[in-house]
């Protein structure tokens, strides 16, 4: 894994990947698959997730305010929907899917080796959690694998259809 | 434009594709070009955005808590980043890129008729609007063109590159 300059962030989740969030609580590690998140801020990167009361993760990132936000390249997508439709609260979901945890640097919750960029993060804000279950988090570190060249990632269009990217186009544009 | 069902909203927005959004104040509509945004609750359907208080758009958002989501196919790529890249400050957006303005039903912003899909929006929660330039907008009403059949968006990696849609792959999933 390779340092990724924090201002690079959003090149990674503005266009809506689904990812992956684990969560580390009482020496427990979980991941869940997540859809529903998107940039806030630049630099340093802000994001907001939804992170429902009724998934098993929702306590832990409450508790401990720490998370990991993994992107999966498509190679990975059964396992991605694998991790989606089961929880945390009756299985070792890194053992279920044969997914290999690896040490953060300045979180607890664990890095998903298989994944091509690994976000650290800390929750910031939870005025929105309550009512909406929304989670502001900033990145405070991220990873990027260089071995996964152009990884290709996939978008949720419901019931387990996905998109995965295709052609890329380049218009003249100023904006970041 | 056909109706339709506020239970499927989400299939469009959660892939995260690149959107416009519409404003009208005082009389004066304006456009603008979004990739910050992400669903929130299926029925009715919640969706959150940032609109910077840098962009025009913000202050009528403020002030007449509607607006209309406008989700552009691949063919408006050239138009959507034009719309990105000039203010409604100085200029009307729809006059400059011959983008077709049409009445909506429940709120006063345009829908856009090249867009495949157009989703009147009501602007329900701003405890975050001052700090992160975050909005909680609930869809009151939705439309597809049922003349674009398997739209393919365009999903922004920063500076003009976008990633058109793919293959679609279908996974054994319960999950909506």
Known sequence: MRDLPLSK??????????????????????????SWHM????EPPLVACIVSEANYSHAAL??????????????????VVGIGNCSGRDTDKFKKFGLTPRPAVLV???LVEECFANLECKLVDTRLANK?????????KAWSDPAQKNPKTIHHHGFGSFIVDGEQIKLKSEKP
């Open 132 to 140: 909406f279950n929304l989670f502001i988090l900033e990145v405070v």
């Open 39 to 42: 940039m806030v801020e630049f």
């Open 9 to 34: 962030v959003y090149q990674l989740l503005e266009p809506g990947p689904v990812v992956l969030l684990t969560t580390a609580q009482k020496g427990r590690t979980n991941v869940m698959t997540m």
């Open 62 to 79: 409450r508790a401990t305010k720490e998370c990991v936000i993994a992107i999966p390249a498509r190679k990975l997508a059964t396992k």
């Open 108 to 110: 607890a919750p664990p």
